[in-house]
Nanobody
Framework: QVQLVESGGGLVQAGGSLTVSCAAS????????MGWYRQAPGNQRDLVAQ???????TYADSVKGRFTISRDNAKNTVYLQMNSLIPEDTAVYYC?????????????WGQGTQVTVSS
């Protein structure tokens, strides 16, 4: 069974930095892409950033230039470095991964980690 375990959320002042990480564990063959989504109260869950196995990246416009996503394929881990945080970045951040088990791929989600930016 595949699991995504997140860590690193917390409370930070505006202008500060925070890094969240997510490690995939279990029995699987290949991770196609890993990424981060976020959901604030009353809002839908939106993509923040995504990285492929080949390290191609995609960012939401709202975080470009402030957030950096990276990936350690050997550790099956994805990181999100968040700089110049603003209160609007406050949300639950969810790790997402598209993973092949055998010939089939499925989408997996972490449990979520709270990021709170105080003004």
């Amino acid at each position: 069974q595949v699991q995504l375990v997140e860590s690193g959320g917390g409370l930070v002042q505006a202008g500060g930095s925070l890094t969240v990480s997510c490690a995939a564990s279990g029995s699987f063959d290949h991770i196609v892409a890993m990424g981060w989504y976020r959901q604030a109260p009353g809002n839908q869950r939106d993509l923040v950033a995504q990285i492929t196995a080949g390290h191609s990246t995609t960012y939401a416009d709202s975080v470009k230039g402030r957030f950096t996503i990276s990936r350690d394929n050997a550790k099956n881990t994805v990181y999100l470095q968040m700089n110049s945080l603003i209160p609007e970045d406050t949300a639950v951040y969810y790790c997402n991964a598209r993973i092949y088990v055998g010939r089939r791929w499925d989408e997996y989600w972490g449990q979520g980690t709270q990021v709170t930016v105080s003004s």
